[in-house]
């Protein structure tokens, strides 16, 4: 067992810092209750890595969360105009993002586009980009085998949601484009650029879009209810 290089602790009494609230779904202004710093080292010293561990409080809604900062020496980048640095990873429990909080009424969605949904949604507060996108295409093939859509493929079958009424043309639009961003991540998943992770991820607001459409109407909303 590895032991800490250095490990401090503190409880300070007026530190505080913005970060993501899941109860306030988006940035608060948050107390720090504890703090714990860790260093470790591996490989016989040579890779270092220190950790911050917060306990925090935010001070709207006064809900307790925790959350990790920590940075590795392997990480290191030189730019080419100023100093070298190691870039921060965080790590937020229970994992969110601010504004991307679970669609209102997600239970009048059918059973297996929500589980789906919970899962994709899930994947993308967890920073798991590949998983979001693979989530998102089955998101769309469950929506079409929900309502039993007919087709050869799967761009046959969002068409055929828009003629029977079911999405509205612009909805159509956005679930193709779901449907070829996943194509594309199933075709190339061991060949993804680390930069692009975050477009991959902030796709899962376009499928927010979608259901928007159906909640701000009511009529096309309740076609999605469970009979």
């Known amino acids: 067992m590895i032991e800490p290089k250095k490990l401090q602790i503190n409880t300070p009494d007026n530190e505080y810092l913005v970060v993501p609230c899941p109860s306030c779904d988006k940035e608060t202004r948050n107390k720090v209750l504890a703090d714990v710093f860790e260093h470790m080292q591996y490989a016989d010293a040579l890779i270092d890595v220190w950790t911050n561990y917060k306990i925090v409080q935010c001070q709207g809604c ?23 640095f190691y870039p921060e990873t965080k790590t937020y ?9 679970l669609l209102r009424n997600i239970n009048y969605l059918p059973r297996g586009v929500n589980l789906i949904y919970k899962e994709a949604h899930n994947a993308l507060c967890a920073q798991l980009p590949i998983l979001t996108g693979l989530g998102i295409r089955a998101i769309v093939e469950a929506i079409c085998k929900d309502k039993n859509m007919v087709g050869r493929n799967l761009q046959e079958k969002i068409d055929s949601l828009a003629k029977q009424g079911l999405v509205a043309i612009e909805g159509a639009k956005i679930l193709h484009n779901l449907r070829y961003m996943g194509m594309l991540l199933h075709m190339k998943l061991n060949h993804i650029p680390r930069k692009n992770y975050v477009q991959h991820s902030m796709s899962l607001s376009t499928f927010y879009r979608v259901f928007t459409l159906y909640q701000n109407n009511l009529k096309t909303y309740q076609k999605w209810t469970i009979n």
């Open 62 to 84: 006064l809900r307790v969360t925790f959350f990790e900062v920590s940075q590795c020496s392997e990480d290191i980048i030189y730019p080419k105009n100023g100093k070298p």
């Open 93 to 101: 429990y229970p994992n969110r993002i601010a504004g991307r909080p």
